[in-house]
């Protein structure tokens, strides 16, 4: 068989065949049949010797950060600024006439909302409203108190403007979140008394060790981990724990007290068990302050002359609250009692010898705070027309923790709500945040007197209007009718979370999402391919039930890389091919075994030296049943591991193919040689090249008038007719010399 190369620079496979670059006569594919030319597109080959001693600097590191070291040895000094300081990118670009206006309304509308918000998420903590804002400093308290007081001051302030110098997001909003803030409870309370000074102590350490694992992910660059964790299983866990919050909340509304649980049983339980105690009064007044809340988002979000409201609505409940409470002195409705005003002083974390028990707690926190905060603040990015680092946004918020711990305050992260109201209230930079921070600083030192008068009832009521929207029905509607193996994962991890607690539940979630992860990636995709009528296009034949085989030749596309967990699906697959296409009724009964088995592995980004081993007993298997193994289109890096390994040698250079319709081609020729010594003089119509018939007289003359763009399109080819019966055995088209 005459094999004609596009390119005369190509050497290995002419070397390898011993003949000139122009003709090449390939020895595995002669016959003794008279075969007609195939052009063929070379494979370079790559040379081991040269691309071994060059390595280091042309190939790359199995490292997974080494790229990021090399972009850091090409820094230059403003660079190494931006990196330490990542607010430096904005302010270099800073324009103050046209942004600051719009800076400065934002930072004061999202402080409005932080302030009610941050005293109702520090309830939920388990702690005093202030713990969300402030740090007492007034010595004429004594010292017990002065400790208690001491805790939790800057979660809504030293966060915010840490974050705006070392955040790299510009709209994102830090500070308490509901989430966290249930997690901390819910670990804290079963360790030491929510009134000890022990409780508050546990809190100022987790913010420590929670912006610690933040700061190394970010630096080891490796909030790539959490991509594992998929949506279904972050939508299943924030609906759970959604109602987890708001029934937690419920002893506010009802007037007694609820037992403090992760755990949807015993809340249920407990509210039911305590029903004669039911207190109208605060029941009535926090219904009443939740509908304001609703009403208000909900006028917010759907007329955009009305978005103030959102933002409003938890300072006008707060306000409504506290002058009914300041005239009316309800005897039935509990308040948040006597705060002392002050900015808290810089103090170290203790505790330190339950660091270890808090480590679970603490690696859960920093992967929800991950998926909340760096998908908030990347969907914004995106919105706003700016690129953002993961990896510096997780070092942001862990610097934002390790500071805020040594102002007292508890673990903080990113809040969609109040992200979204800065966004939306035209937020272009952190100066916005730093707005917010000035305005919870002087609700420090000047407003605190009047926190005595807010009902707890009304600051229960903000915490239920957050949560409501994280419950998530309609992602699992959209999940059953899209994906039922999402849905079920979001429904194991919803109902584990409800009945058997929020670590559990994440546990469960993410271990599951990781075995679906596993089982996906040991079970890849493998697709027969057929040749597309009139093109040199191969696709699966399954998506494509038009597309044709051809006789004695099975072509396999591997969609996944090749590693030791998928090898034995790969070649369990390959073998059911091969059975299956001797039991096929349509192949040609003078064909009747499989001669060649063609790879498509353009999809196979990576193969290991478990894959490498499983082809070197593949083609040895093959080989002892006469079946040869042709390989089409593998990329560079796979190329150089088969080289290097010794299978490009052992199958042979000359089976390497560029493309699947040039393996056909030299695969096809084989076939017909084959038949043709087999059978002698008799050759089958279909592979008769001696005597053409008209048809194909004139589709090779038309063929020698097109250019290869055309041939490879089909463009200016009639269609295979319908009356042809054997058309899935349509000889290739000689392509112009």
């Keep these: 068989m005459e094999i ?10 002419s070397s390898a065949s011993m003949t000139s670059p122009a003709t090449n006569t390939t020895s595995a594919a002669a016959g003794t049949a008279t075969s007609r030319p195939v052009r063929i597109i070379p494979l370079q080959h790559p040379n081991i010797t040269r691309t071994s001693s060059s390595s280091s600097s042309s190939s790359p590191s199995p490292f997974p950060f080494s790229r990021w070291a090399m972009k850091l040895r090409r820094m230059t000094w403003i660079e190494w600024i931006e990196f330490f300081l990542p607010c430096m990118r904005w302010i270099r670009t800073y324009k103050w006439r046209e942004y600051f206006q719009t800076d400065l309304m934002a930072g004061i509308t999202v402080g409005v909302m932080l302030v009610p918000q941050s005293m109702s998420y520090a309830k939920l903590a388990g702690l005093q409203p202030i713990y969300g804002l402030c740090k007492i400093a007034h010595l004429c308290y004594d010292v017990e108190r002065l400790m208690k007081f001491f805790d939790y001051a800057y979660s809504g302030f030293v966060p915010l403007l840490v974050y705006g110098l070392f955040g790299s997001s510009r709209q994102l909003a830090v500070g308490p979140v509901a989430l966290v803030s249930l997690l901390c409870s819910n670990v804290l309370s079963s360790i030491a008394d929510p009134s000890s000074e022990l409780y508050t102590e546990l809190a100022i350490l987790l913010a420590l060790m929670v912006g610690i694992m933040e700061c190394i992910m970010g630096i080891l660059r490796l ?45 249920v339980e407990s509210i039911i068990a305590g029903a004669h105690k039911f207190k109208w009064q605060p029941f009535v007044m926090g219904s009443i302050m939740l509908a304001i809340l609703l009403t208000m988002k909900h006028l917010g979000k759907s007329r955009k002359q009305l978005r103030f409201l959102r933002a409003a609505g938890p300072l006008t409940a707060v306000v409504l609250g506290t002058i ?73 918020l862990g610097v934002s923790n390790v500071l805020g711990s040594f102002f007292s305050a508890y673990p903080t992260t990113g809040s969609f709500s109040r992200s979204a109201v800065n966004n939306e209230s035209g937020a272009k930079s952190g100066v916005s945040g730093i707005v917010s921070g000035i305005i919870v600083t002087c609700a420090l030192l000047f407003f605190t007197p009047l926190f005595e008068y807010i009902p707890q009832c009304g600051l229960a009521a903000i915490v239920v209007s957050a949560v409501i929207g994280l419950v998530d029905y309609d992602e699992a509607i959209f999940l059953w009718r899209v994906d039922k193996k999402d849905f079920l994962l979001w429904t194991i991890t919803s109902i584990t979370t409800l009945f058997f607690g929020i670590e559990v539940g994440v546990l469960v979630g993410v271990g599951v999402s990781l075995a679906f992860v596993i089982h996906e990636s040991a079970n890849p995709h493998i697709a027969v391919l057929g040749r597309l009528p009139g093109t040199t296009v191969y696709r699966n034949v399954k998506q494509y039930p038009e597309a044709y085989t051809y006789n004695g030749i099975v072509i396999v596309r591997i969609d996944a890389p090749i590693y030791f967990a998928n090898t034995s699906y790969i070649k369990d697959r390959l073998r059911e091919y091969e059975i299956d296409f001797v039991n096929s009724t349509s192949r040609c009964p003078e064909v009747e075994r499989i001669y060649f ?106 063929g020698e008038n097109l250019s290869i763009t055309d041939l490879e399109s089909g463009n200016g080819r009639p269609p295979p007719s319908n009356n042809d019966k054997a058309s899935h055995l349509e000889p290739l088209l000689p392509k112009q010399q």
């Excluded at 390119?7 to 290995?12: H, Q, T």
């Excluded at 150089?640 to 560029?658: P, Q």
């Design 223 to 267: 909030g790539w981990l959490i991509r594992f964790i998929s949506h279904s299983v972050i939508s299943g866990f924030t609906t759970s724990s959604a109602i987890i919050i708001g029934l937690s909340q419920a002893k506010y509304f009802l007037g007694y007290d609820v037992v403090n649980s992760s755990k949807i049983i015993p809340l």
């Design 597 to 702: 088995v063609i790879l498509e592995m353009a999809p196979v980004t990576y193969i290991d030296s478990s894959a490498v081993q499983a082809l070197k007993d593949l083609y040895q298997e093959y080989k002892l049943r006469g079946i040869q193994i042709a390989i089409s289109n593998p990329s560079p890096e796979v190329l150089l591991t088969l080289s290097r390994s010794g299978v490009v040698d052992l199958i042979g250079k000359e089976w390497y193919f560029v493309r699947v319709h040039d393996a056909v081609q030299v695969c096809l020729q084989r076939v017909q040689n084959l038949k043709g010594v087999s059978n002698g003089s008799s050759r089958a119509p279909t592979f008769s090249e001696d005597k053409p018939s008209l048809f194909e007289r004139l589709l090779k003359q038309r």
């Design 324 to 396: 009914f409470a300041k005239i009316f002195h309800p005897s039935s409705i509990s308040l948040v009692g006597d705060i002392p005003q002050g900015l808290p002083t810089f103090s170290v974390p203790k505790a330190f010898g339950y660091a270890e028990s808090l480590i679970p707690t603490a690696a859960l926190i920093t992967g929800v705070a991950i998926l909340e905060s760096v998908g908030i603040a990347k969907a914004l990015a995106a919105k706003n027309g700016y690129e953002l680092d993961s990896n510096q946004e997780l070092v942001g």
């Design 4 to 13: 004609t190369y596009a390119s005369p620079s190509f050497a290995d496979l």
